[in-house]
């Protein structure tokens, strides 16, 4: 203490030399500026990552971040496309589903499996691959789609089918309202229903028409050089760019329309008789009922089917259904003839 008193009272009265040492900082010694060095730029790195260390991180950020905003963006847009497409008109309602059916599409996103029971709408895209599918419309005709079909019903309450490549069978009941008229329309032109059933198909450039029952109207595509052409039952046309139209008779039972007659509606015995089973079964092939003798007419009435199983439009289930009376039958020049006695 005393030598400090003595140092503070030198300074007072005007001795600085020992001020002067005092504040004179010694220079660092080499070893110690390369520690200070070294702690100065480990701080500087833990608080300053290299470039390429913070892209490292903020290229995966930035993945993510555009993975979550086109995620946003589908899920958004598949929420206005259900809410748009929910409220679009009813056209027809699916009905039977063979070896994988149909999907309904919708731009790139929206592929939905059809299955029996789902509604069909106004713009909806249709399109089969390995199976096939049948549509009751709203207004009354059955749709038939082969496989490797694409279709699309029309935006105006599906009036009008446009048939895009495949084949499709058209069958208009009888008694069907005029304003229930279904077209067709291929880049071929258009197919228009005067009471009947009928096969449409597009290959390529190339239409073929085949009409089972009724008459089709077939106005060409503008441009095409033709005028409307009328097409009877037992007839098809086909309809190539720059040839005339082509016509040939053609069977309307057989196997080659097999593929629609597997797509008929099953037939349900309980409660029915021989006669509902025979007239159910030749409306579904296109095929006049004719009774050779009264007996076989009363037989074909009076006879009630017996069992759940539903029976499908085959002349297997033909076979089945008669077995248990005495009715035959044959098939022949578009009509199916049944008589008495075996």
């Known amino acids: 203490m005393v030598r400090f008193r003595g140092f503070w009272r030198r300074v007072v009265h005007g001795d600085t030399t020992l001020l002067r040492r005092a504040l004179v900082s010694r220079p660092l010694s080499p070893s110690a500026m390369r520690r200070i060095r070294a702690g100065v730029e480990a701080a500087w790195r833990e608080t300053h990552p290299p470039a390429r260390a913070r892209r490292a991180w903020l290229a995966p950020a930035a993945a993510w971040g555009a993975a979550a905003a086109t995620a946003a963006i589908a899920i958004g847009w598949g929420l206005l496309w259900n809410a748009g497409h929910d409220a679009a008109p009813v056209v027809g309602r699916v009905v039977r589903v063979l070896d994988g059916g149909a999907e309904r599409r919708s731009g790139w996103f929206h592929h939905q499996q059809l299955r029996t029971g789902d509604l069909v709408r106004s713009a909806d895209q249709l399109a089969t691959r390995g199976g096939s599918i049948a549509i009751v419309l709203t207004a009354g005709p059955a749709l038939r789609l082969a496989q490797d079909t694409r279709l699309r019903l029309a935006d105006r309450g599906g009036e009008d089918v446009e ?180």
């Open 163 to 342: 048939l895009e490549t495949g084949r499709l069978y058209l069958d208009v009941p009888v008694g069907t309202a005029r304003s229930a008229a279904v077209r067709v329309v291929t880049r071929e032109g258009t197919i228009e229903h005067v009471g009947t059933a009928y096969e449409a198909r597009v290959t390529g450039d190339s239409l073929r028409v085949r009409v089972r029952a009724g008459r089709v109207r077939f106005t060409p595509a503008a441009g095409g050089g033709q005028g409307q052409v009328l097409v009877e039952a037992g007839t098809e046309i086909i309809v190539e760019p720059g040839l005339p139209v082509a016509r040939y008779p053609i069977a309307t039972f057989g196997e080659t329309w097999r593929w629609t007659d597997d797509l008929s509606p099953a037939f349900d015995p309980e409660g029915r008789s021989v006669m509902d089973f025979l007239q159910w079964f030749s409306r579904e092939l296109v095929l006049q009922l004719e009774f050779i003798d009264a007996p076989a007419r009363q037989t074909a009435a009076r006879s009630q089917l017996r069992g759940s199983m539903r029976l499908a439009a085959t002349l297997q289930s033909l076979d089945a259904v008669l077995a248990s009376t005495t009715l035959a039958y044959e098939v022949r020049d578009g009509a199916i003839r049944i008589h008495s006695g075996r």
